[in-house]
């Protein structure tokens, strides 16, 4: 507590008799610009670590100057709080698998979401009591309320069906876009009847109402559409974040939540691009349901039957290949195994093969996360490239070895109408000499729809975990292969 109160006096005294508030106000603004070079070092692998350093020391530039305002009465509380916060988000960030990182980030987004609600009804409980109420005010309240609970419960759900704990298909009922329409209705007018009256139950009902919208909106999306879903919540997070600082006066706030808002925007707006859908249909579309209208074409390539092969077949053409395209899914996450196509990669470039990675904008379970995995391993930026890149040199390459991953290489996307997939710009792997996909078993991806890849004449499947398979590789190819 004394460190807290000598910390406060200290950044007083840097400025200068009554204005302190000015100082606040500066400070702020080194932290927006450092938000600023945070958001632009993280558009690349190769500044992303520089990236996080500016958040970083934004993030505390601006607690730290919160702390020393003059607003700031009493630390007692705000001293547990970051004690525990600390303690708590230090055992996550040393515990946490990265293929468990997309369910952290939508549980963060919900945490974002219950702070605005709770910030909102509090600081309507305190100006109630004050008198200070007024119209405007009202109206940013329910902004607040509204924006957080969907953010809230939308994340919780978005949680459950990346940790497995509610089915990652897509959950429909008879007349659900009614009921979202009829709730979503029903909260407005709630939210302006709160904003103009201040009724208690109105407060209640409003609230109640948009945490089940944010239930009831993302329950019926299927898993293949998570990464748009976990984008599209931060942006909510920010827009919540952003209404919370209206409610507080605090102009951080403010910009922070509209950087992060617009990012988060931006993000799903060029992800639903890549997947060749609008942001419309992914809300409400139901991706990756198992409804069809008669035999697709995939019911009909499994009756062809798919070749398997072994770690020595798949050694016998990389070792002599000039060129090999590796695309990584999440199975890679799940086994674990960048490590080991790291060594696997600077075997063969050793032995003078070229090999690239090829990576699809909403490969994974959240946006980036196969640059990261790759990243962690040390493996150089440069041969890390993106869909539109790498695309054109799969016709070239002598094998593509596919590791964990399936509907972003699925050919349904281009050749099967019935495909829910239909018309979404993948990864041309098919296009290879040849095409060795590491899979646990035959089941589908993420999205329940069955892979033509697996019955293309130049494919073979490797089954069995990708970390052991890929090291079984590494041996071979130390061994001196074939």
Same mark, same amino acid.
């Given at each position: 507590?004394?460190?807290?109160?000598?910390?406060?006096?200290?950044?007083?005294?840097?400025?200068?008799?009554?204005? %302190?508030?000015?100082?606040?106000?500066?400070?702020?603004?080194?932290?927006?610009?450092?938000?600023?070079?945070?958001?632009?070092?993280?558009?690349?692998?190769?500044?992303?670590?520089?990236?996080?350093?500016?958040?970083?020391?934004?993030?505390?530039?601006?607690?730290?100057?919160?702390?020393?305002?003059?607003?700031?009465?009493?630390?007692?509380?705000?001293?547990?709080?970051?004690?525990?916060?600390?303690?708590?988000?230090?055992?996550?960030?040393?515990?946490?698998?990265?293929?468990?990182?997309?369910?952290?980030?939508?549980?963060?987004?919900?945490?974002?979401?219950?702070?605005?609600?709770?910030?909102?009804?509090?600081?309507?409980?305190?100006?109630?009591? %004050?008198?200070?109420?007024?119209?405007?005010?009202?109206?940013?309240?329910?902004?607040?309320?509204?924006?957080?609970?969907?953010?809230?419960?939308?994340?919780?759900?978005?949680?459950?069906?990346?940790?497995?704990?509610?089915?990652?298909?897509?959950?429909?009922?008879?007349?659900?876009?009614?009921?979202?329409?009829?709730?979503?209705?029903?909260?407005?007018?709630?939210?302006?009847?709160?904003?103009?009256?201040?009724?208690?139950?109105?407060?209640?009902?409003?609230?109640?109402?948009?945490?089940?919208?944010?239930?009831?909106?993302?329950?019926?999306?299927?898993?293949?559409?998570?990464?748009?879903?976990?984008?599209?919540?931060? %942006?909510?997070?920010?827009?919540?974040?952003?209404?919370?600082?209206?409610?507080?006066?605090?102009?951080?706030?403010?910009?922070?939540?509209?950087?992060?808002?617009?990012?988060?925007?931006?993000?799903?707006?060029?992800?639903?691009?890549?997947?060749?859908?609008?942001?419309?249909?992914?809300?409400?579309?139901?991706?990756?349901?198992?409804?069809?209208?008669?035999?697709?074409?995939?019911?009909?390539?499994?009756?062809?039957?798919?070749?398997?092969?072994?770690?020595?077949?798949?050694?016998?053409?990389?070792?002599?290949?000039?060129?090999?395209?590796?695309?990584?899914?999440?199975?890679?996450?799940?086994?674990?195994?960048?490590?080991?196509?790291?060594?696997?990669?600077?075997?063969?470039?050793?032995?003078?093969?070229?090999?690239?990675?090829?990576?699809?904008?909403?490969?994974?379970?959240?946006?980036?996360?196969?640059?990261?995995?790759?990243?962690?391993?040390?493996?150089?930026?440069?041969?890390?490239?993106?869909?539109?890149?790498?695309?054109?040199?799969?016709?070239?390459?002598?094998?593509?070895?596919?590791?964990?991953?399936?509907?972003?290489?699925?050919?349904?996307?281009?050749?099967? %109408?019935?495909?829910?997939?239909?018309?979404?710009?993948?990864?041309?792997?098919?296009?290879?000499?040849?095409?060795?996909?590491?899979?646990?078993?035959?089941?589908?991806?993420?999205?329940?729809?069955?892979?033509?890849?697996?019955?293309?004449?130049?494919?073979?499947?490797?089954?069995?975990?990708?970390?052991?398979?890929?090291?079984?590789?590494?041996?071979?190819?130390?061994?001196?292969?074939?």
């Amino acid at each position: 507590m004394d460190f807290l109160l000598q910390l406060k006096q200290l950044t007083a005294g840097l400025f200068t008799t009554g204005l %302190s508030h000015d100082g606040q106000a500066l400070a702020y603004l080194v932290s927006a610009i450092l938000f600023i070079f945070a958001l632009k070092g993280l558009t690349h692998p190769a500044t992303a670590r520089r990236g996080n350093l500016y958040g970083m020391l934004g993030m505390l530039i601006a607690i730290v100057a919160t702390l020393a305002g003059a607003e700031v009465m009493s630390y007692g509380l705000i001293a547990i709080a970051v004690v525990l916060g600390a303690v708590i988000g230090i055992v996550i960030a040393l515990r946490i698998q990265m293929t468990a990182m997309p369910q952290l980030v939508a549980a963060l987004h919900s945490f974002v979401g219950l702070a605005a609600v709770l910030v909102a009804i509090g600081t309507f409980l305190n100006k109630r009591a %004050s008198g200070d109420l007024n119209t405007l005010l009202m109206g940013e309240l329910s902004a607040g309320i509204v924006i957080g609970a969907i953010t809230f419960t939308g994340s919780v759900i978005a949680f459950g069906k990346l940790q497995g704990l509610i089915s990652g298909k897509p959950v429909k009922f008879f007349g659900q876009h009614l009921l979202n329409a009829l709730i979503a209705i029903a909260t407005i007018a709630l939210a302006v009847q709160f904003a103009s009256t201040g009724a208690i139950w109105a407060l209640i009902l409003m609230t109640l109402l948009a945490f089940a919208l944010g239930g009831t909106l993302i329950i019926p999306i299927g898993g293949a559409d998570m990464p748009v879903i976990i984008s599209m919540l931060n %942006s909510y997070s920010g827009w919540a974040a952003a209404a919370t600082g209206f409610t507080l006066h605090n102009n951080l706030l403010i910009i922070v939540g509209a950087l992060v808002g617009f990012s988060g925007a931006i993000l799903s707006f060029i992800m639903c691009r890549a997947m060749n859908r609008s942001i419309i249909n992914v809300v409400f579309g139901g991706f990756g349901s198992d409804d069809s209208g008669g035999d697709s074409a995939g019911a009909v390539a499994a009756q062809k039957g798919v070749k398997s092969a072994s770690v020595d077949d798949a050694v016998y053409w990389m070792e002599d290949a000039g060129k090999v395209i590796i695309v990584p899914g999440y199975g890679m996450a799940v086994a674990q195994a960048q490590h080991a196509l790291k060594d696997m990669m600077e075997l063969l470039q050793a032995r003078g093969v070229e090999v690239k990675f090829a990576i699809h904008p909403v490969a994974g379970r959240m946006p980036g996360h196969m640059n990261v995995l790759l990243a962690e391993a040390d493996i150089p930026y440069d041969q890390v490239l993106e869909m539109d890149e790498i695309n054109p040199e799969f016709q070239s390459a002598d094998v593509a070895l596919v590791v964990g991953a399936n509907d972003v290489v699925n050919p349904a996307a281009k050749e099967d %109408s019935s495909s829910p997939i239909y018309g979404m710009p993948i990864l041309e792997a098919g296009k290879a000499r040849q095409v060795y996909f590491l899979k646990r078993s035959m089941r589908p991806g993420y999205s329940g729809v069955d892979n033509l890849l697996f019955y293309q004449d130049n494919t073979s499947l490797i089954f069995g975990d990708a970390k052991d398979t890929i090291e079984g590789i590494v041996g071979a190819l130390k061994g001196g292969g074939h």
